[in-house]
Protein backbone atom coordinates (compact mmCIF):
# COMPACT_ATOMS: atom_id res chain seq x y z
CA UNK A 1 0.00 0.00 0.00
CA UNK A 2 1.47 3.51 -0.87
CA UNK A 3 2.18 5.96 1.44
CA UNK A 4 -0.70 8.51 0.75
CA UNK A 5 -3.03 6.07 0.62
CA UNK A 6 -1.77 5.32 4.32
CA UNK A 7 -1.93 8.54 5.34
CA UNK A 8 -5.53 8.95 3.87
CA UNK A 9 -6.71 5.70 5.76
CA UNK A 10 -5.20 7.26 9.16
CA UNK A 11 -7.07 10.22 8.75
CA UNK A 12 -10.20 8.23 9.44
CA UNK A 13 -12.30 9.68 6.34
CA UNK A 14 -13.88 7.41 3.43
CA UNK A 15 -11.00 6.68 0.80
CA UNK A 16 -12.92 8.01 -1.90
CA UNK A 17 -12.69 6.50 -5.68
CA UNK A 18 -11.05 9.42 -6.75
CA UNK A 19 -8.60 9.74 -4.00
CA UNK A 20 -7.27 6.83 -4.25
CA UNK A 21 -7.07 7.20 -8.34
CA UNK A 22 -4.35 10.26 -6.93
CA UNK A 23 -2.66 8.73 -4.43
CA UNK A 24 -1.78 5.71 -7.02
CA UNK A 25 -0.51 8.11 -9.58
CA UNK A 26 1.08 10.27 -7.78
CA UNK A 27 3.15 7.34 -5.91
CA UNK A 28 3.21 5.89 -9.56
CA UNK A 29 4.34 9.03 -11.62
CA UNK A 30 6.23 10.85 -9.23
CA UNK A 31 8.88 12.71 -11.17
CA UNK A 32 5.76 13.85 -13.84
CA UNK A 33 3.39 14.49 -11.37
CA UNK A 34 4.90 16.76 -8.39
CA UNK A 35 5.39 19.19 -11.27
CA UNK A 36 2.09 19.49 -12.44
CA UNK A 37 -0.83 22.58 -11.58
CA UNK A 38 -3.76 20.77 -9.41
CA UNK A 39 -5.67 21.36 -13.12
CA UNK A 40 -3.02 19.07 -15.15
CA UNK A 41 -3.04 16.33 -12.29
CA UNK A 42 -6.92 16.33 -12.30
CA UNK A 43 -6.94 16.00 -16.26
CA UNK A 44 -4.41 12.92 -16.08
CA UNK A 45 -5.64 11.21 -13.62
CA UNK A 46 -9.66 11.90 -14.83
CA UNK A 47 -10.89 13.98 -12.12
CA UNK A 48 -11.71 17.89 -11.52
CA UNK A 49 -8.92 20.54 -10.23
CA UNK A 50 -11.25 20.95 -6.81
CA UNK A 51 -11.34 17.11 -6.59
CA UNK A 52 -7.41 17.37 -6.70
CA UNK A 53 -7.46 20.36 -3.90
CA UNK A 54 -9.86 18.45 -1.89
CA UNK A 55 -7.25 15.37 -1.95
CA UNK A 56 -4.44 17.43 -0.38
CA UNK A 57 -6.85 18.29 2.38
CA UNK A 58 -7.60 15.08 3.22
CA UNK A 59 -3.79 14.63 3.68
CA UNK A 60 -3.92 17.28 5.78
CA UNK A 61 -2.58 19.88 3.65
CA UNK A 62 -3.53 23.48 3.55
CA UNK A 63 -3.75 23.18 -0.41
CA UNK A 64 -2.62 21.68 -3.34
CA UNK A 65 1.14 23.30 -3.28
CA UNK A 66 1.79 22.49 0.25
CA UNK A 67 1.29 18.81 -0.88
CA UNK A 68 3.41 19.38 -3.82
CA UNK A 69 6.44 20.59 -1.15
CA UNK A 70 5.78 17.68 1.19
CA UNK A 71 5.83 15.41 -1.02
CA UNK A 72 8.74 16.76 -2.88
CA UNK A 73 10.97 17.00 0.36
CA UNK A 74 10.38 13.37 1.36
CA UNK A 75 11.32 12.21 -2.75
CA UNK A 76 13.96 14.00 -2.47
CA UNK A 77 15.71 12.66 1.38
CA UNK A 78 14.91 9.21 -0.24
CA UNK A 79 16.95 10.05 -3.58
CA UNK A 80 19.98 11.38 -1.37
CA UNK A 81 19.88 8.98 1.49
CA UNK A 82 19.93 6.04 -1.57
CA UNK A 83 22.68 7.52 -3.62
CA UNK A 84 24.81 8.13 0.21
CA UNK A 85 23.89 3.89 0.92
CA UNK A 86 25.26 2.93 -3.06
CA UNK A 87 28.75 4.92 -2.07
CA UNK A 88 29.26 4.63 1.84
CA UNK A 89 27.17 1.36 2.69
CA UNK A 90 24.98 0.15 5.09
CA UNK A 91 25.02 0.97 8.95
CA UNK A 92 26.77 -1.90 10.27
CA UNK A 93 27.70 -2.15 14.68
CA UNK A 94 26.32 0.68 15.12
CA UNK A 95 24.70 1.18 18.74
CA UNK A 96 20.62 0.89 18.69
CA UNK A 97 19.08 4.44 18.25
CA UNK A 98 15.18 6.11 17.81
CA UNK A 99 13.49 8.53 15.23
CA UNK A 100 11.16 10.89 16.06
CA UNK A 101 8.96 12.41 12.92
CA UNK A 102 5.39 13.23 11.93
CA UNK A 103 3.23 11.00 11.40
CA UNK A 104 3.12 11.89 7.67
CA UNK A 105 7.10 11.22 7.20
CA UNK A 106 6.91 8.06 9.56
CA UNK A 107 6.67 5.20 6.82
CA UNK A 108 8.74 7.29 4.61
CA UNK A 109 11.49 7.13 7.29
CA UNK A 110 11.30 3.88 8.31
CA UNK A 111 11.70 2.12 4.89
CA UNK A 112 14.71 4.16 5.36
CA UNK A 113 15.95 2.42 8.49
CA UNK A 114 15.22 -0.61 7.18
CA UNK A 115 17.05 -0.18 3.73
CA UNK A 116 19.67 0.71 5.58
CA UNK A 117 19.61 -2.27 7.68
CA UNK A 118 19.93 -0.01 10.98
CA UNK A 119 19.00 -0.82 14.35
CA UNK A 120 16.45 1.89 14.63
CA UNK A 121 13.05 2.23 15.56
CA UNK A 122 10.82 4.94 13.80
CA UNK A 123 8.12 6.79 16.01
CA UNK A 124 5.27 8.51 14.60
CA UNK A 125 4.02 11.15 16.95
CA UNK A 126 0.27 12.51 17.08
CA UNK A 127 0.52 16.33 16.96
CA UNK A 128 -1.57 17.43 20.35
CA UNK A 129 -0.40 20.30 20.50
CA UNK A 130 -1.87 22.28 17.40
CA UNK A 131 -4.29 19.32 16.53
CA UNK A 132 -4.69 15.89 15.22
CA UNK A 133 -4.99 16.56 12.04
CA UNK A 134 -1.74 18.09 11.79
CA UNK A 135 0.82 15.52 10.86
CA UNK A 136 4.20 17.28 10.00
CA UNK A 137 7.12 17.07 12.00
CA UNK A 138 8.05 20.73 11.81
CA UNK A 139 4.87 21.55 13.97
CA UNK A 140 5.21 18.68 16.89
CA UNK A 141 6.40 20.25 20.14
CA UNK A 142 8.51 18.87 22.86
CA UNK A 143 5.44 18.51 24.99
CA UNK A 144 4.35 15.89 22.44
CA UNK A 145 7.46 14.25 22.10
CA UNK A 146 7.69 13.31 25.64
CA UNK A 147 3.88 12.69 25.98
CA UNK A 148 4.39 9.94 23.11
CA UNK A 149 7.87 8.95 23.80
CA UNK A 150 7.92 8.77 27.59
CA UNK A 151 8.70 4.77 28.40
CA UNK A 152 9.49 3.86 25.13
CA UNK A 153 12.10 1.75 23.29
CA UNK A 154 14.57 4.61 22.53
CA UNK A 155 17.88 3.30 22.16
CA UNK A 156 21.14 5.20 23.45
CA UNK A 157 20.25 8.36 20.42
CA UNK A 158 17.08 9.85 19.64
CA UNK A 159 17.37 11.71 16.20
CA UNK A 160 14.91 14.33 15.46
CA UNK A 161 14.42 15.87 12.36
CA UNK A 162 16.29 19.50 12.21
CA UNK A 163 12.83 21.16 11.24
CA UNK A 164 11.79 20.52 14.55
CA UNK A 165 13.90 22.84 16.37
CA UNK A 166 13.85 27.09 15.79
CA UNK A 167 16.78 27.64 13.22
CA UNK A 168 20.52 27.63 15.36
CA UNK A 169 18.60 26.62 18.50
CA UNK A 170 17.41 23.47 20.25
CA UNK A 171 14.28 24.79 21.16
CA UNK A 172 10.72 23.62 20.08
CA UNK A 173 7.77 25.90 19.22
CA UNK A 174 6.67 25.88 23.07
CA UNK A 175 10.42 26.59 24.11
CA UNK A 176 11.09 23.55 25.65
CA UNK A 177 14.54 22.27 25.00
CA UNK A 178 16.56 19.49 23.78
CA UNK A 179 18.12 19.69 27.28
CA UNK A 180 14.80 19.14 28.39
CA UNK A 181 13.84 16.33 25.93
CA UNK A 182 17.07 14.52 27.33
CA UNK A 183 16.19 15.03 30.94
CA UNK A 184 12.48 13.76 30.73
CA UNK A 185 13.23 10.80 28.12
CA UNK A 186 16.48 9.73 29.75
CA UNK A 187 18.59 9.78 26.77
CA UNK A 188 20.72 11.92 24.27
CA UNK A 189 19.11 13.97 21.79
CA UNK A 190 21.09 15.15 18.20
CA UNK A 191 19.19 17.07 15.59
CA UNK A 192 19.50 16.12 11.75
CA UNK A 193 18.92 18.05 8.80
CA UNK A 194 16.53 16.78 6.32
CA UNK A 195 19.46 15.85 4.13
CA UNK A 196 19.52 12.06 2.97
CA UNK A 197 23.56 11.95 3.21
CA UNK A 198 23.22 13.27 7.02
CA UNK A 199 20.47 11.28 8.33
CA UNK A 200 22.44 7.79 7.34
CA UNK A 201 25.84 9.58 8.95
CA UNK A 202 23.68 10.01 11.96
CA UNK A 203 22.12 6.31 11.68
CA UNK A 204 25.78 5.08 12.32
CA UNK A 205 26.51 7.99 14.72
CA UNK A 206 28.88 10.15 12.88
CA UNK A 207 26.62 12.82 12.69
Known sequence: MGVLIQQLNRTGQRLSKSHRKLAEYIEEHYDTAVRMTASRLGECVGVSESTVVRFATALGYEGYPQL?????????????????????????NAAPFSIATGLAAEPYIRE???????????????NDFFGHTIDVAGL??????????????????????????RDGEGVFLDDLTTEDLEREL??????????????????????
Open 68 to 92: ENGVGLLRSLETDFRYALEKDGPVV
Open 186 to 207: GVEVRSAPCDGNKLLAAMKGQF
Open 112 to 126: LVELAGAPGIVYGVP
Open 140 to 165: LTGQDLIAHLKGKDLGQRLLLPGVML
